[in-house]
């Protein structure tokens, strides 16, 4: 009797453990579950802040380009050909300033329109983008007068070199006045806002996640799943209420229960815009709440598989056999308790390595990102202004080369900016190149005998024009007996080229170059010494990284790619020698290569 009472007491006390440990496992579950729900705000968060912020640098990398349609030299000649009403100039020029805009609407498809309208408000050249064929209009043919627009009104008032930007239904307005001796007009730049749209567009996180754009006025400007602003009522109550940029849970909208929404705020002009991102709790826990409810069943089956032993354990007749089956079951139970703390441990330790290989791997991405996009900007920024140049000039040399009387007026300015600019295309182009070598391990090197000073002395001659146009002296310093070596000579004479078309950029008028090179010891070292302005300490490294620019206080001495340095650097280290810099500001720099003689 005894017995059968401890027996059904153990039953009891089984069942309430295993009601007291699934009520505490799913107490420990839903703070799982709102961890998870926590940290996915903050990524989508975080994620509303980096689309807030490319839109905004989109706006204002226009912002910096409007300033630069405002003032080309087309431009200067039909505002003077207005002044003096002369027809076949005013038509002439406004020819000329369109072929300056096409291509810089070309090379932005962000860019919808570009507009000049003078200081009456009619609209004297328009530029337009169709379907991806550019249109321009010619006088009389759609032009209108600006002088009712808000557009106008606004920008007229501003002073030389202010913006002003507003939204117009679908399209995005940025415009500033333009100025030659006193105000003459305006000039606008129009924006898509579908372009802007595609920004977030793709950006979600499951079927039922979507991108929103919204004023802080509440007005809903894009929505990526087409629900409507009636639709968004509980998102742009919580908008009104929160300005600023957070991130909430709404009990429902537009059908939708449970919604996890993150939004960042950014600035256009007198008007803010909102990005929001939302998805449904469901999507982001659900498969976590299908895993715990496996987990649970589980750990039922082993209550009632340990319940059913404690049954066996107490049929057995003799105390002796109790006894022996406890200590047993004891150290088999101690075993596979440790075997499962060690697992337990082991696999702790294998999620957290997991786990940081995952963050490296992220950050990783997010820098091969970041550099892609960075080059890709310097690329086309760099490429983009000598291009529109060229293409600007020789479309008005080629479209009027039947009136001498007009071309001998600007032939020579023409034909050496043009001249310039193909030089200045070249260089970049071949730096670009030779940097994509490098970077893809392509780059060829040749194994010859090599004069080290023949390559300086054929680098001297190539620049001395330059160095004579610019006012500098030009001096070499060469051993007579410096021994030939084992190199490429061709990519050293690029080495030589390289510092020389430096030290020439960055040395004033009357200022003096002088190259050297002697044997020391196993090496040649060569240096480029100028009397320039110098190179801080700070930069002495970074001068050879990638896209590096010396910066002074404000002031950036921006005169290159930033890829000559990495060049020869990379160029130096292949033959086995190292290049530095000695310089200290305002007293000039000495770049020193070394070069292995064996």
Known sequence: MRKRYIFFVSIVLVFVLLYLFVYMFSGIQKDIENHIREEFNKEQHLVTERVAFQIEDMLNEANSEILFVRNPFAMIKLIEAIDSGNKKEIAFWRDGLERVYLPLLNSHPLYRSITFADEKGDEVVKVESNLM????????????????DLIFKETIKLNDGQI?????????KISTPVYHNSIKGIVVIGIDMDDINSLIFSVKYGAKSHTMLFTDKGNLLFCSRSLTEEQHKGEIEYILKNPSSNYTEIPESHGEK?????????????????????TTADEITGHIKKFEEKKQRLFIVLLLISAAFLSYFFKIGSDKIKAEIRAEEEIKTSKKLEAINKELTYSKERLERLNDELNTANEKLKNIDRQKTDFLNIVAHDLRTPLTSIRSYTDMLIMNKDKPETINKVFDEFLDVIRHEGIRLENLVNDYLDLAKIEAGLMIFKREAANIKMIINKSLAVYLGEAMAHDINLKSIVSKDLPLITADGGKLSQVVSNLLSNAIKYTPKGGTITVSAEEKGEYIEVCVEDSGSGISEEYHEKIFEKFTQVEDGKKRFKKGTGLGLPIVKYIVEHHDGKVWVESEKEKGAKFFFTLPIR
Request: proline share 0%; aromatic share 8%; glycine share 2%.
């Open 258 to 278: 449970d919604i996890l929404i993150a939004k960042s705020s950014l600035n256009i002009n007198n008007e803010k815009w909102v990005v929001a991102i939302e």
């Open 164 to 172: 002003y930007m507003s939204r117009y239904h679908n399209v995005i």
């Open 133 to 148: 064929e550019y249109i321009h209009t010619m006088v009389g043919v759609n032009l209108k007068n600006l002088s009712d």
